[in-house]
């Protein structure tokens, strides 16, 4: 459905204490500086049929206003101004506050999510990243029901960062309010990320490749756990029938089975080549699996998970392509690619520049069409729904449409172990995709039925 809402306040909140003077210039990293100018967005969503208690909008405004500005006391650089691509200005002069009411009930829009509707639940833009680090709108719906957009550059973060700034926020609130809450929940960020990649002068390398509003659709398709089971399976044993030809890999990488993730990705991508690799211009290109990795537990020596900043490469996967029904070895493929992505990996990374020339490369291949991608990037295990901000844990969190094309987003169902795949695409392959029969046996709806409590289905909000 079309959500019509209407703007009620919009405010800047400050840190509640000043930040330093030594503090008052945030360098950014060289991993910042050619991560892509847009924002990360994300929507929770809290019904008042699942709150603890009712939920009362002033409190709850209240609450918000004062635990974020407690909160950017930590994350400074959150309500700092952007300085071209090199730098925060830390001059706190705040973080937009956004809150209106939105002309419907919650359970008309978590029932059956449209991606693209949700957009309108968080505070820019995402593909217009300005000056501002970060974004948060309140969004309280005719039922009561309320849901907390927030937006963060990705000029300044990794997933991995902006959930971690999202479980310090939720705490800190709960906090204020007199509930107990443990030692890890409150996290202090760690700025390492300039210190451990140095900034560069990145001129010839345009980090805006890839982000497009032109024909780009997303859909939401659900999986659930049978249907992952089925698929881990049938990659797993894909990769055993093969195994004595690759006697050479690791042991490891023949014995471990496919992860949920890596099951469902490479299905996915699988079922796009086939649906869209047809012709003599598409049979010439290359098709590469891209997976997105985290960085903190390969360096040496590790770094805590309250490491903030970008703090992630890519594994660029080109696998071989069969004329039968499956990708041969592809799990197994990616796994070689993601274990190439070790400390010496991180080693020649903080070096900087032969990886400034892959990427380059890599980005010219792009533009001119000779390479197509399909980019995975997993949300699975994050704890999207232990934001509990005092009032109860979420009823659902969702993403909004992103301005990415070929880009899979997974993220956990609320209960069962099944995994939300939100995928962004030029219109035209994603229909291809939806026709795929094979594509199509395997997702289990689009609805939140199965995910939501039946209070939620008999009760408007």
């Not at 969503?45 to 939920?55: G, I, M, P, T, V």
């Not at 909008?57 to 635990?67: A, E, P, Q, V, Y």
């Not at 010439?284 to 537990?297: C, K, Q, S």
């Not at 009032?391 to 993220?411: C, D, E, H, Q, R």
Request: glycine content about 6%; aromatic content about 10%.
């Amino acid at each position: 459905m079309k959500l019509e809402f209407e703007l009620v306040s919009r405010e800047l909140i400050r840190p509640s204490s000043p930040t330093p003077d030594h503090l008052r210039r945030y360098q950014l990293s060289f991993l910042d500086q050619i991560s892509p100018p847009v924002y990360s967005p994300l929507v929770i969503f809290f019904s008042s049929a699942e709150a603890d208690k009712k939920l009362d909008i002033g409190d709850i405004t209240n609450r918000l206003k004062k635990s974020l500005s407690d909160v950017l006391v930590h994350f400074y650089p959150l309500a700092g101004r952007a300085n071209d691509n090199m730098f925060i200005d830390c001059n706190d002069e705040g973080t937009p506050f956004l809150e209106t009411r939105v002309k419907c009930q919650l359970s008309d829009v978590i029932q059956n999510p449209v991606p693209s509707e949700l957009n309108k639940l968080v505070p820019y833009q995402l593909h217009e990243v300005a000056d501002l680090a970060l974004g948060v709108q309140l969004n309280v719906f005719e039922c009561g029901g309320i849901a907390i957009g927030a937006c963060i550059s990705h000029k300044i973060a990794d997933a991995l960062s902006f959930f971690m700034f999202i479980k310090t926020w939720a705490g800190t609130a709960r906090r204020d309010h007199g509930h107990q809450i443990d030692d890890h929940t409150v996290m202090s960020p760690r700025f390492v990320s300039a210190t451990l990649f140095p900034p560069r002068n990145i001129s010839g390398f345009n980090p805006s490749v890839g982000i497009t509003k032109e024909n780009i659709v997303t859909k939401r398709f659900v999986f659930d756990a049978s249907k992952i089971d089925l698929i881990k399976s049938k990659y797993g044993d894909s990769e055993d029938e093969h195994e004595h030809e690759h006697e050479h890999d690791s042991l490891e990488s023949h014995q471990r089975p496919p992860s949920r993730v890596e099951a469902l990705s490479a299905f996915i991508w699988s079922r796009y080549v086939a649906a869209t690799k047809a012709g003599t211009e598409a049979s010439e290109r290359v098709y590469a699996i891209v997976h997105a990795v985290n960085l903190r537990t390969r360096i040496d020596p590790p770094l805590p998970e309250c490491s903030f900043g970008n703090l992630y490469r890519i594994a660029v996967t080109v696998p071989r392509l069969d004329t039968g029904e499956e990708c041969y070895g592809l799990v197994r493929q990616v796994r070689e690619q993601v274990s190439h992505i070790d400390k010496d990996y991180v080693k020649k990374l903080q070096e900087g520049n032969e990886h400034l020339s892959f990427i380059k490369q890599s980005s010219e291949n792009f533009t001119k069409g000779e390479m197509v991608t399909l980019s995975f990037t997993s949300l699975c295990r994050f704890p999207l729904y232990e934001a509990d901000f005092g009032w109860g844990k979420p009823t659902w969190v969702g993403s909004p449409a992103l301005t990415f094309n070929n880009l899979v987003v997974f993220m956990d169902t609320k209960s069962g172990g099944g995994i939300e795949a939100y995928i962004n695409m030029k219109e035209g392959d994603l229909a291809k995709i939806e026709a795929d029969k094979e594509f199509t046996a395997f997702v289990s709806s689009r609805s939140n039925d199965e995910c939501l409590p039946l209070q939620l289905l008999v009760l408007p909000c």
